[in-house]
């Protein structure tokens, strides 16, 4: 038997004479600690009242520090009744101290990238541990009014919190527990309890290396109030995976990785070509009338009585349609759509255009449409690609700005396709940039290049353009360098079959995917494994959870700041329990009036694991902080160095450019690059922002759940506090 004192307001309580009875002190590892009494034949108020300093020894050891915040009333008559009352832990108080950083404000910040203004070296690449070091150097007067302090077992237990946060850390607001609550929630879920003794000295608790405690039904005085098992939401493999593994394929004409279609090698129809063949492709465009429309098609009938067609040419050459209402004076007067399909037209008959977009407005007209129409008119502007599975696997944009060589051996890198195009006069070498798009595989014919006009323009003179045949000066090489999909990055754990007791015991073969679009560097696998791992540790096991009451003192499990892990085992046969190791994360010790024992002790035990949030810990730090891979190109894309707005009408409009340009020069390499990174920057900035705003939403949805929570589970038990509200 070991014996209670109860000290209220800095003095002795002798229960009997006060009339109080102790009735229960819970340990809690994910909240403030609780003691409640009662005070028997008393008047009201109450002898003692709210704020009022409380603290509890059992066998000379002080087990609770805190102060009063609630009492009341019952069963009173004509004169006297019982005044129940309740107290809350010095945790709680830690919760109700605001955040006072060293200058004042009210914001601590860590960790930010040395590109922010604020930035400090010294508060930089902090880990959890050291932050939270610093958190409680910077509070510890008002930690140490309210009782709370640190100590050599505090620090070495906070050095082990080794994760270093990649994304800037504010510690800011008026409840300074709720601050260390949330970072380690966000960096190490439930793994970890910082908790405060009763003597007030600050611990934090690894629950996954708890010591194991064996309960012995037929042997200890205990029974079993509650116990399930869940498998619900078992997973007992985890996969996760990213954006497609890019990598650069570097072709050239010179060693056949690119193949000319039209050159003699193959139908030869550069032989005959002029620019004319290519102002006039005839075949590309067409004009004239609709005669009816609905939100995703347009009946037209072309101008020209003669002009036929086969069903689905103009989706088959990738033609956009503009539809026209000419007396429109304001937004309706024309849309541009992509076309999707199309039916044969007749001589002087009508064609169903079906477009990918529903039209916003009717009333259209006219039309017009622009393709890229086959044959001659693709002469010195198309190149193949003989890898057939790179042609099919062609992307927009590489994970990781790779390098090469497009200018006599100088080194540039580059994030998009890009190409080159070499030859010599006088013996006098020149090159010059590509301005090409990809056209994708569409599941049938394999992906190619386009140029937006022929690559022979570039250093052709006008009369040996409109002379054509061999009067056409030859390029001596093209070069490039183009993106391509070698499929989506993707690990897993365990790497094959699965694990966990959920498996074990119960056979429990389900996959938890998880998709991390940020995600782009293959080198990242292996911390996108361990991040499997860690997840898979919160998943993998079956949940048992429940209440157990030993009958008297459990001093092994009342020990604040030393929490243990229960099993439960039987004195005949097995009970499956022998090896759970619950952590126990409530302990209770009630002092009952009636039956054989002054005392029964309750624990609440469950193996669930929540899963921390701060997943980005394991992605690569360019792509997670929303550098230039946030914001993406169209997949027909300008690739002359820079993505372009609109990209498709930016191709039409080379393709259609104004006669007296078709000779101008095109961007030169150092405008090209400036272009780029101003587009980089941009993209970074919105991406950033997007980034933030998604951060702030997110810690919002943390802290009202974990309110929200905490607010439940008091109003289960009838208590009707929130520590953190």
């Not at 209440?547 to 700041?561: D, E, F, R, V």
């Not at 009636?594 to 997943?615: C, E, H, I, N």
């Amino acid at each position: 038997m070991t014996a209670s004192i109860l000290t209220i307001a800095g003095s002795a309580v002798n229960r009997p004479t006060a009339k109080i009875l102790l009735n229960r002190w819970k340990l809690n590892l994910d909240g403030p600690d609780e003691l409640e009494f009662s005070e028997l034949a008393a008047n009201l108020p109450g002898t003692f009242a709210p704020e009022q300093a409380v603290t509890l020894s059992i066998g000379g050891t002080t087990v609770f520090s805190g102060w009063i915040f609630w009492r009341g009333p019952s069963g009173f008559t004509r004169e006297s009744g019982t005044i129940g009352y309740r107290a809350l832990s010095l945790k709680f108080g830690a919760y109700l101290i605001p955040i006072t950083a060293s200058d004042g404000t009210g914001t601590m910040v860590f960790n930010l990238p040395s590109t922010n203004i604020n930035y400090q070296p010294t508060e930089a690449g902090l880990s959890v541990g050291t932050i939270l070091s610093q958190l409680f150097a910077q509070h510890s007067a008002q930690l140490g009014a309210i009782g709370v302090t640190t100590d050599s077992t505090t620090a070495t237990q906070l050095s082990a919190l080794t994760v270093v946060p990649p994304d800037p850390v504010y510690i800011q607001g008026n409840r300074l527990w709720s601050q260390v609550d949330q970072l380690m929630q966000l960096w190490y879920g439930s793994r970890y309890a910082v908790t405060i003794t009763g003597t007030g000295l600050i611990r934090c608790i690894d629950t996954t290396t708890l010591t194991p405690q064996t309960l012995t039904f037929g042997t200890d005085p205990i029974l079993l109030d509650a116990i399930s098992e869940d498998t619900s939401e078992c997973y007992t493999q985890v996969i996760n995976r990213g954006r497609d593994n890019v990598e650069p394929a570097y072709l050239a004409l010179s060693n056949a990785t690119l193949v000319d279609p039209h050159a003699a090698a193959g139908d030869n129809l550069e032989a005959s070509w002029t620019i004319n063949n290519y102002l006039n492709s005839g075949t590309g465009t067409d004009h004239g009338t609709v005669t009816s429309m609905s939100s995703t098609t347009l009946t037209v009938q072309s101008s020209n009585g003669s002009l036929t067609w086969a069903a689905n040419y103009w989706s088959g050459i990738q033609a956009q349609v503009s539809a026209i209402n000419a007396s429109s004076t304001g937004l309706a007067m024309t849309e541009y759509r992509r076309i999707t399909a199309n039916t044969a037209l007749t001589a002087g008959g009508t064609s169903i255009l079906t477009v990918d977009i529903p039209f916003s407005s009717s009333g259209y007209t006219t039309y017009k449409i622009f393709g890229t129409p086959p044959g001659v008119s693709q002469a010195y502007r198309r190149l193949n690609i003989a890898n057939t599975y790179i042609a099919q696997h062609l992307v927009n944009q590489f994970n990781y700005a790779v390098k090469w060589a497009p200018f006599q051996g100088q080194v540039q890198q580059t994030w998009y396709p890009a190409g080159v195009i070499i030859g010599s006069s006088g013996g006098v070498p020149w090159s010059f940039p590509a301005s090409f798009e990809i056209v994708p595989y569409d599941g049938t014919n394999n992906g190619y290049i386009l140029f937006y006009q022929p690559w022979v323009t570039y250093f052709n003179s006008q009369a040996a353009l409109l002379a054509g045949g061999s009067h056409v000066q030859q390029a001596t090489d093209i070069q490039m360098v183009l993106p391509y999909s070698r499929g989506t990055m993707s690990v897993s754990y365990p790497s094959s079959g699965y694990a966990g007791t959920a498996f074990s015991r119960f056979n429990v073969q389900r996959t938890l995917i998880r998709d991390y679009e940020t995600w782009w560097d293959q080198g990242s696998a292996t911390a996108m494994t361990t991040l499997a791992q860690q997840i898979h540790a919160t998943v993998s096991n079956v949940v048992q959870e429940g209440q157990i009451t030993y009958i008297g003192q459990y001093l092994a499990a009342l020990t604040p700041g030393s929490p243990i892990a229960l099993n439960l085992a039987n004195f005949t046969g097995t009970t499956s329990y022998e090896a759970m190791a619950a952590p126990v994360r409530t302990a209770s010790l009630e002092w009952t009036q009636t039956g054989g024992s002054f005392w029964a002790t309750r624990l609440g035990f469950t193996t669930k694991r929540q899963m921390y949030s701060g997943d980005r810990l394991y992605v690569h730090p360019s792509y997670a902080q929303g550098g230039a891979l946030s914001g993406q190109a169209s997949f027909r894309t300008s690739v002359n160095g820079m993505p372009s707005g609109n990209v498709l009408e930016s191709a039409f409009m080379n393709a259609n450019m104004d006669k007296s340009n078709l000779f101008s020069p095109v961007f030169n390499a150092d405008e090209q690059r400036a272009m780029s990174r101003a587009s980089g920057a941009e993209q970074a900035a919105q991406s950033q922002m997007a980034q933030s705003e998604t951060d702030t939403r997110g810690a919002d949805a943390l802290r009202d759940m974990q309110g929200q929570e905490r607010q439940a589970q008091d109003q289960v038990f009838g208590r009707g506090v929130d520590p953190t509200q």
